[in-house]
């Protein structure tokens, strides 16, 4: 199904012969010896993995640069970020180098770069895709946190029937055989081809970070054109808001503290200035944090409470995953009385920024977030 197209694959996904190093110098001694699951399942399906899209260091910014690589740039505008973490295959596919490209998602990482860079990004819900081989940005290529918030791999290209033909020809028995967390569900086609009518929800801000005119506008254009297809386009009010969902996010990562994993990870190597703020944030000594959470604005001052240095107590972890699943719990609960069949929203709140902004405006990232706490 996919015979003979040409495919960029972010750049911590295993291709054989290539370096998967997750924008740390330390990677650059291992050299690939075989493909990651997700990569031998699209050769199978005939297509030409040719080329890895750049990453962010330690790939976990809305913007791409690392010390290895160098600093991807928005082909709409070479002033401007493509957004991360999948930054280099949003503009790989922006720029036609190629129509379709591989990238993964734990906070926006595909949804990010292809709404900067104008083109198609799905995350697929959490496991329906597999991670299995991919390298993962942390000390001995673990990572707790994504136990309950998982990183799943999805496409970018530039329609959405590209992207279509992508999760139908990787939902094979290939890949639930070579990954038991996979559900075996093949694509539904009737389904995805079915021309019913249906009922979608819609809001333009989350409370948290109010979105600019454009993002607004974005949506009431969306909404207007499925209005005018026949659908059934109604305002949702949301069960929680955007203070909790970003809180949450930043809270599951921040348990451990200090960026411990990540710093780990580096192994000598310093930090890209992107991260300063997190960073500098995460190694606050606890007792100062009070008095600076009440000399700055309220949404910094949720940001910083959400870690502690020297990582917090287990209770307070297991307090955090169990407001994961209570959030889970209202999404359903509001949808489903609703009787929603879909949810439009921003994507990101602001339009590409310019290079190096990304540390300063993470908490714009918030409308991705949900859909990763969600699954």
Same mark, same amino acid.
């Given at each position: 199904p996919?015979?003979?197209v040409?495919?960029?694959?972010k750049?911590?996904l295993?291709l054989?012969? +290539?370096?998967?190093t997750?924008? =740390? !110098?330390?990677?650059?001694?291992?050299?690939?010896?075989?493909?990651?699951?997700?990569?031998?399942v699209?050769?199978?399906?005939?297509?030409i993995?040719?080329c890895s899209?750049?990453? @962010?260091q330690?790939?976990m910014l809305?913007?791409?640069?690392?010390r290895?690589w160098?600093?991807?740039?928005?082909?709409?505008?070479?002033?401007?970020?493509?957004?991360? +973490? +999948?930054?280099?295959d !949003?503009?790989?596919?922006? &720029?036609?180098?190629v129509?379709?490209?591989?990238?993964s998602?734990?906070?926006g990482?595909?949804r990010?770069?292809?709404?900067?860079c104008?083109?198609?990004?799905f *995350?697929? %819900?959490?496991?329906?895709v597999?991670?299995?081989g991919?390298?993962?940005?942390?000390?001995?290529?673990?990572?707790? %946190?994504?136990?309950v918030i998982?990183v799943v791999?999805?496409?970018?290209?530039?329609t959405v029937d590209?992207?279509?033909?992508?999760?139908?020809?990787? =939902?094979?028995?290939?890949?639930?055989q070579?990954? +038991?967390s996979? @559900?075996?569900?093949?694509?539904?086609?009737?389904?995805?081809?079915?021309k019913?009518? =249906?009922?979608?929800?819609y809001?333009?801000?989350?409370?948290?970070?109010?979105?600019?005119? %454009?993002?607004?506008?974005?949506?009431?254009? !969306?909404?207007?054109?499925?209005?005018?297809?026949?659908?059934t386009?109604?305002?949702?009010?949301?069960?929680?808001?955007?203070?909790?969902?970003y809180?949450?996010l930043?809270?599951?990562?921040?348990a451990?503290?200090?960026?411990r994993?990540?710093?780990?990870?580096?192994?000598?190597?310093?930090?890209?200035?992107?991260?300063?703020?997190l $960073?500098?944030?995460s190694?606050?000594?606890?007792?100062? *944090?009070?008095v600076?959470?009440?000399?700055?604005?309220?949404?910094?001052? $949720?940001?910083l409470?959400?870690?502690?240095?020297?990582?917090?107590?287990?209770?307070?972890?297991?307090?955090?995953?169990?407001?994961?699943?209570? =959030?889970?719990?209202k999404?359903?609960?509001?949808?489903?009385? &609703?009787?929603?069949?879909?949810?439009? $929203?921003?994507?990101?709140?602001?339009?590409?920024i310019? $290079?190096?902004?990304?540390?300063?405006? %993470? !908490?714009s990232?918030?409308?991705?977030?949900?859909a990763?706490l969600?699954?």
């Amino acid at each position: 199904p996919l015979y003979g197209v040409p495919v960029s694959v972010k750049e911590h996904l295993s291709l054989r012969g +290539s370096y998967s190093t997750g924008g =740390l !110098a330390c990677r650059l001694n291992q050299k690939d010896t075989k493909d990651s699951l997700i990569v031998q399942v699209i050769r199978s399906a005939g297509a030409i993995p040719m080329c890895s899209g750049n990453v @962010p260091q330690i790939m976990m910014l809305p913007e791409t640069y690392n010390r290895i690589w160098g600093r991807s740039r928005n082909p709409w505008d070479l002033c401007r970020s493509t957004g991360g +973490s +999948s930054g280099g295959d !949003a503009a790989l596919v922006a &720029a036609r180098c190629v129509p379709l490209a591989i990238g993964s998602d734990v906070a926006g990482s595909i949804r990010i770069p292809a709404s900067f860079c104008g083109i198609v990004g799905f *995350k697929p %819900t959490a496991y329906r895709v597999s991670g299995k081989g991919n390298m993962k940005a942390r000390k001995n290529n673990r990572s707790g %946190t994504s136990a309950v918030i998982p990183v799943v791999c999805g496409p970018l290209a530039r329609t959405v029937d590209d992207c279509a033909q992508f999760m139908k020809a990787v =939902l094979v028995p290939e890949m639930f055989q070579g990954d +038991s967390s996979v @559900p075996p569900l093949p694509f539904d086609v009737d389904s995805y081809q079915s021309k019913a009518k =249906l009922k979608i929800g819609y809001f333009d801000t989350d409370g948290w970070f109010e979105p600019c005119l %454009t993002s607004k506008r974005a949506v009431r254009e !969306a909404i207007d054109a499925l209005t005018k297809a026949g659908h059934t386009c109604v305002p949702f009010k949301l069960p929680t808001d955007g203070w909790i969902s970003y809180g949450l996010l930043v809270a599951i990562n921040a348990a451990e503290g200090n960026f411990r994993s990540f710093v780990e990870a580096l192994e000598g190597e310093q930090m890209i200035s992107e991260y300063d703020t997190l $960073h500098q944030a995460s190694n606050l000594p606890n007792l100062l *944090k009070p008095v600076i959470m009440a000399l700055i604005d309220k949404r910094r001052g $949720h940001l910083l409470k959400q870690g502690r240095n020297g990582g917090v107590p287990v209770w307070d972890l297991w307090q955090s995953v169990a407001k994961v699943l209570e =959030l889970r719990q209202k999404w359903d609960n509001a949808v489903r009385e &609703a009787g929603l069949d879909a949810i439009v $929203h921003p994507a990101m709140p602001i339009p590409a920024i310019q $290079h190096g902004l990304s540390g300063k405006l %993470t !908490a714009s990232c918030s409308y991705m977030f949900l859909a990763n706490l969600l699954q």
